[in-house]
């Protein structure tokens, strides 16, 4: 930390989970606790973004603006609309450093600092900062605090025990009737040879999945999260000998990654190129398989971008502030 301090730091998100909690994850392991700013620009103004401007009615000097002041250390952003409103911020607030994830799909990103997935087959440049996984809230050290006192309702579960991360349909990727069957009978079939279950599904997990998998969760030796209380996802991957995870979402495959258990994949229906490479580079580094078959005997070194992630944006911070003691 710069002279001692902690920076404060913002997550500037449109709100959507998958954006804002990898970000909380970074900021955590820079040891604070961010203030998450969320906007909400008109449709009009968000079909010209990121190349337009933002939302007059979310200006600094607008009750409820996602950048009125005062302004951070740091900003975390991503999305697509996000960007129109880090470009704004840099302009206001020079001192601020400005950190995008993802490909923004314009240089006029106003960011000094890209984190940028290997599947987006990002530029090599001084200020991109190139990474398998997104981050998260998982860290190795939170799942081995979990191990050292874990959940009773989680330990009580028998082993070999599965946690199983649940996505759904997407802009690429759909559930079909076919899709949904043959999934939750594979997770059927696997209970009903022993194997204790931990299920999370998501907001985007068709009713059809979700009610299936609320019936399979009515039977001993299966949890299943029903969306209510507290999240247990750190808990399943900490307690889990195994991960299922839907072949819909880098973020949760990335998490499952971080365990250094086995994975395997189910692929519903579609898919996009990224996912692919996504998949490729990190089978490089962590051992997958397909669910059902195919299973995965060994583990590997967790894989986990986050600390990577945060160190280089703590670098960045006290280099600027070097630069440009205000």
Same mark, same amino acid.
């Given at each position: 930390?710069?002279?001692?301090?902690?920076?404060?730091?913002?997550?500037?998100?449109?709100?959507?989970?998958?954006?804002?909690?990898?970000?909380?994850?970074?900021?955590?392991?820079?040891?604070?606790?961010?203030?998450?700013?969320?906007?909400?620009?008109?449709?009009?103004?968000?079909?010209?973004?990121?190349?337009?401007?933002?939302?007059?009615?979310?200006?600094?000097?607008?009750?409820?603006?996602?950048?009125?002041?005062?302004?951070?250390?740091?900003?975390?952003?991503?999305?697509?609309?996000?960007?129109?409103?880090?470009?704004?911020?840099?302009?206001?607030?020079?001192? #601020?450093?400005?950190?995008?994830?993802?490909?923004? /799909? &314009?240089? $006029?990103?106003? !960011? =000094?600092? +890209?984190?940028?997935?290997?599947?987006?087959?990002?530029?090599?440049?001084?200020?991109?900062?190139?990474?398998?996984?997104?981050?998260?809230?998982?860290?190795?050290?939170?799942?081995?605090?979990?191990?050292?006192?874990?959940?009773?309702?989680?330990?009580?579960?028998?082993?070999?025990?599965?946690?199983?991360?649940?996505?759904?349909?997407?802009?690429?990727?759909?559930?079909?009737?076919?899709?949904?069957?043959?999934?939750?009978?594979?997770?059927?079939?696997?209970?009903?040879?022993? #194997?204790?279950?931990?299920?999370?599904?998501?907001? /985007? &997990?068709? $009713?059809?999945? !979700? =009610?299936? +998998?609320?019936?399979?969760?009515?039977?001993?030796?299966?949890?299943?999260?029903?969306?209510?209380?507290?999240?247990?996802?750190?808990?399943?991957?900490?307690?889990?000998?195994?991960?299922?995870?839907?072949?819909?979402?880098?973020?949760?495959?990335?998490?499952?990654?971080?365990?250094?258990?086995?994975?395997?994949?189910?692929?519903?229906?579609?898919?996009?190129?990224?996912?692919?490479?996504?998949?490729?580079?990190?089978?490089?580094?962590?051992?997958?398989?397909?669910?059902?078959?195919?299973?995965?005997?060994?583990?590997?070194?967790?894989?986990?971008?986050?600390?990577?992630?945060?160190?280089?944006?703590?670098?960045?911070?006290?280099?600027?502030?070097?630069?440009?003691?205000?």
């Amino acid at each position: 930390m710069t002279n001692g301090r902690r920076p404060t730091v913002w997550v500037l998100t449109d709100g959507k989970a998958g954006d804002e909690q990898p970000l909380i994850g970074v900021a955590e392991a820079l040891g604070v606790t961010p203030v998450l700013r969320r906007l909400r620009p008109r449709r009009v103004f968000s079909w010209f973004m990121p190349w337009g401007p933002i939302d007059p009615r979310e200006a600094p000097n607008q009750l409820g603006s996602p950048i009125a002041p005062p302004y951070p250390d740091i900003c975390l952003a991503t999305g697509r609309r996000a960007v129109s409103y880090l470009r704004r911020l840099k302009v206001l607030s020079p001192k #601020t450093l400005t950190v995008f994830f993802k490909d923004p /799909r &314009t240089s $006029r990103h106003g !960011a =000094d600092l +890209l984190i940028v997935q290997h599947h987006d087959r990002p530029a090599l440049a001084d200020n991109i900062l190139a990474v398998t996984t997104a981050p998260n809230r998982t860290p190795l050290a939170r799942l081995d605090t979990i191990r050292r006192t874990p959940p009773p309702h989680l330990v009580a579960l028998p082993h070999p025990r599965v946690a199983v991360l649940v996505g759904g349909d997407s802009r690429h990727s759909r559930f079909t009737p076919d899709d949904i069957d043959a999934f939750a009978s594979a997770l059927e079939s696997l209970h009903d040879r022993g #194997t204790s279950l931990m299920i999370t599904t998501s907001r /985007r &997990t068709p $009713r059809e999945l !979700a =009610d299936r +998998l609320a019936t399979l969760g009515e039977r001993n030796g299966v949890h299943f999260w029903t969306g209510t209380g507290e999240n247990p996802l750190a808990g399943y991957l900490a307690l889990a000998d195994e991960v299922v995870v839907t072949a819909d979402s880098t973020n949760m495959i990335g998490e499952a990654a971080g365990t250094g258990r086995p994975i395997r994949l189910f692929y519903p229906s579609g898919g996009h190129r990224k996912i692919d490479r996504f998949i490729a580079a990190l089978s490089d580094q962590a051992n997958i398989g397909r669910f059902p078959g195919n299973q995965v005997m060994t583990g590997y070194e967790p894989v986990n971008s986050t600390s990577l992630i945060a160190n280089r944006v703590l670098e960045k911070w006290q280099t600027m502030r070097e630069k440009q003691p205000w």
